[in-house]
């Protein structure tokens, strides 16, 4: 008898929020910043764990994040193609929240308008009721945006459908040959 092993891990990035003074000095660099990845036509669970310049987990209750996907296939003209919010609201805090975990869930609906298999991921945080959004650093170069890769092969969705428009009797119904269902 075959033995398959498999592995449930999750996945857990790293953004580092310098909230306050930016001027302060990082102490602490974010290395080997590793690559998101989500697969299509499943939920995924990602947890972006929010650090301070110390590397000192940044208490988010209270605190609005913004999950963005964003194509730069074209580099002059990136956009964003999700946008996922995380509110962190003051009456019922996460135990999570106050260590600096930010939940993400992507739904397997939210991966259908993923067409490459290659984006960006940026973090955006403010408190609840202000206007200003404040960019949290992901990668090892101090940047805000990090690789994400959208893997489509694992969980294939429904076979393509055809549609026939419609067919009456004075019509010629169309016929299409899909194969041997087994």
Not at 40 to 45: F, S, T
Not at 70 to 81: A, K, L, Q
Not at 94 to 101: L, M, N, P, Y
Request: charged fraction near 20%.
């Amino acid at each position: 008898m075959q033995e398959i092993i498999s592995y449930y891990y999750q996945q857990t990035a790293v953004a580092v929020f310098a909230a306050g003074d930016q001027s302060i000095v990082q102490r602490n660099r974010i290395v080997y910043a590793r690559e998101l990845e989500i697969n299509k036509g499943v939920e995924n669970r990602l947890r972006i764990r929010v650090m301070n310049n110390e590397q000192k987990p940044v208490n988010l209750v209270g605190r609005e994040i913004q999950f963005l996907v964003i194509d730069d296939y074209v580099r002059d003209n990136p956009r964003t193609v999700l946008t996922l919010t995380v509110v962190n609201s003051l009456t019922n805090p996460q135990t999570d929240a106050t260590r600096g975990i930010c939940p993400v869930t992507i739904s397997r609906f939210d991966t259908t308008g993923l067409t490459r298999n290659q984006y960006r991921w940026a973090l955006k945080i403010r408190n609840i009721g202000d206007q200003q959004w404040q960019a949290a650093y992901v990668d090892d170069n101090w940047g805000t945006s990090g690789q994400l890769r959208v893997n489509s092969g694992s969980f294939p969705g429904a076979p393509a459908t055809y549609d026939l428009g419609n067919i009456s009797d004075e019509s010629v119904a169309a016929v299409y040959d899909l194969g041997e269902i087994r």
